[in-house]
């Protein structure tokens, strides 16, 4: 199985990830049978209820002392004790203590909105060209053809959840939200692994989307995308309203999952080193809250 490999910014170093369940992953992506498996089973919703409903069990809890050990979970960060945690789940939609994830104020930078890992690509004639994975249009995305039209050059900005990541997610800017609207897909995964072999993820996927009416980058579309075990998109406010940057917007059940942002032509600017590693293919380590760009 082919690493995936990150960058890291604070150690300025490539290293490769540490992959969630890597012997299912090897199986599902790397043999005939197992991919087989994921496009005719797993990638329904019925798959990823069941599994859903094993990880809110309270006989998961036993999962949660080993996942914090193989993946070198920071408990010091977590607002509430380990032993409170009634599941696996439970554990997974954690919230942190605020100190953890100071938020950018400059109203000059744009921040990451999770914790994730991060790639930047620009909107080519409506249509995204990510480095080893499929290409999809913005149309496709949003479902829409109109508002598609309005984000050519623009920047789209790729934040992936890992299963080891924190899994709240928050508003880009100060902002006015539009109501949410659904579009119902598959539950297929996110994972690198599976972009490179599925066609069209992300716009076959469940997703919620929005639109962000900022104060400093201009309407930015705001899009969470379901994946396999993904029990929930949870939208803490469905019908809109007005919020400021760094509040948090909404939080995934378990599992991987992605959010993607699509930025207005001219709205923002990648920091270099995000856009470099991005054009090699390599996403960014970045965390909520912090700057990962700015003004054009």
Not at 12 to 36: C, N, Q, T, W
Request: charge should be positive; hydrophobic fraction near 35%; include cysteine.
């Amino acid at each position: 199985m082919t690493p995936i490999l990150l960058y890291n910014r604070v150690t300025r170093s490539i290293e490769e990830e540490s992959i969630f369940e890597k012997d299912v992953m090897r199986f599902l992506y790397s043999h005939p049978i197992g991919f087989a498996l994921t496009e005719w089973l797993l990638k329904r919703r019925l798959a990823t209820e069941v599994y859903a409903r094993r990880m809110r069990s309270p006989r998961s809890r036993v999962k949660i002392g080993r996942f914090i050990e193989n993946h070198s979970i920071n408990i010091d960060e977590i607002e509430e004790p380990i032993e409170s945690f009634a599941s696996f789940n439970d554990f997974f939609i954690r919230k942190l203590k605020p100190s953890a994830r100071p938020i950018d104020r400059n109203p000059d930078s744009l921040i990451s909105i999770a914790d994730c890992r991060l790639a930047a690509y620009p909107i080519r004639k409506g249509e995204v060209y990510p480095v080893k994975a499929r290409s999809f249009t913005i149309a496709e995305l949003a479902g829409d053809k109109k508002i598609a039209e309005s984000y050519t050059g623009g920047l789209c900005l790729i934040f992936r959840l890992a299963p080891v990541d924190y899994h709240r997610f928050a508003y880009v800017d100060d902002c006015e939200q539009t109501p949410v609207k659904a579009i119902n897909g598959f539950y297929r995964s996110v994972h690198p692994l599976s972009l490179r072999r599925m066609k069209a993820v992300f716009t076959e996927n469940r997703r919620e989307y929005c639109v962000l009416k900022t104060a400093n980058f201009g309407d930015v579309i705001h899009i969470d995308v379901g994946a396999t075990g993904v029990g929930r998109i949870v939208q803490n406010h469905p019908q809109g309203g007005q919020f400021a940057r760094g509040e948090e917007k909404g939080y995934f059940e378990f599992g991987g999952s992605t959010v993607i942002l699509l930025l207005k032509h001219g709205a923002a600017k990648i920091d270099e080193d995000i856009a470099e590693y991005s054009h090699r293919g390599i996403e960014t380590i970045v965390r909520y809250g912090e700057k990962i760009g700015g003004k054009h």
